[in-house]
């Protein structure tokens, strides 16, 4: 069974840091692409970033770009997102994914983090 747990939610203030953590098993992912989402409420989901598993190419929303750096530790089977000046639309639920699409790796799903963002 495919299992992807992430880890490093919480609150901050606009303008802090946090670093988001995802621990995949069940299966070798470092062939897949990974990825993170979010959601923040009464909106939809919407991608964030992702690295190829191929190549490592990484991509960005435009919202997040150069303040979000996703990274992956392929022996560890881990992704992170690394957050950076963070504003309060940045608040919502954070969920890693997995897939075989480097566009939209979102074959597996984790179970979501909250990231809170303070004015």
């Known amino acids: 069974q495919v299992q992807l747990v992430e880890s490093g939610g919480g609150l901050v203030q606009a303008g802090g840091s946090l670093r988001l953590s995802c621990a995949a098993s069940?299966?070798?992912?470092?062939?897949?692409?990974m990825g993170w989402f979010r959601q923040a409420p009464g909106m939809e989901r919407e991608f964030v970033a992702s690295i190829s598993g191929l190549d490592g190419i990484r991509r960005y929303a435009d919202s997040v770009k150069g303040r979000f750096t996703i990274s992956r530790d392929k022996s560890k089977n881990t992704v992170y997102l690394q957050m950076t000046s963070l504003k309060p639309e940045d608040t919502a639920v954070y969920y890693c994914?997995?897939?075989?699409?480097?566009?939209?790796?979102?074959?597996?799903w984790g179970q979501g983090t909250q990231v809170t963002v303070s004015s």
């Open positions: 994914t997995a897939g075989s699409s480097s566009l939209k790796p979102d074959d597996y």
């Open positions: 069940g299966r070798t992912f470092s062939s897949y692409s």
